[in-house]
């Protein structure tokens, strides 16, 4: 069972960066995938980027050359570093963790998820 904690949501102003963090814990196997996905008032959770076992990424194109997933193996932690913010990225952004090799990014690929962290670019 993966235990998944978000930090680092904020209030931005357009332009802006911000770094999102998901703590893991629990898993003891060797292939994760993790990602992060976010949800804005009304619409459905949609994938953002997510990041294989062996570092292999892949991004929503909403995102691609403003977002980097990224993740620290030795304090089992991912990133989001999110720069550019636009006030349409305005979202509760959630960590999603699933075991398996392969990238996966659809909501549905993923067993466990974090609370949320509420991003507002205003």
């Known amino acids: 069972h993966v235990q998944l904690v978000e930090s680092g949501g904020d209030l931005v102003q357009p332009g802006g960066s911000l770094r999102l963090s998901c703590e893991a814990s629990?898993?003891?196997?060797?292939?994760?995938?993790m990602g992060w996905f976010r949800q804005a008032p009304g619409k459905e959770r949609e994938g953002v980027a997510s990041i294989a076992y062996d570092g292999k990424t892949t991004y929503a194109d909403s995102v691609k050359g403003r977002f980097t997933i990224s993740k620290d193996n030795a304090k089992n932690t991912l990133y989001l570093q999110m720069n550019s913010l636009k006030p349409e990225d305005t979202a509760m952004y959630y960590c999603?963790?699933?075991?398996?090799?392969?990238?996966?990014?659809?909501?549905?690929?993923?067993?466990?998820w974090g609370q949320g962290t509420q991003v507002t670019v205003s």
């Open positions: 629990g898993y003891t196997g060797s292939s994760l995938c």
């Open positions: 999603a963790a699933r075991p398996g090799r392969r990238l996966y990014l659809r909501t549905t690929d993923f067993g466990y």
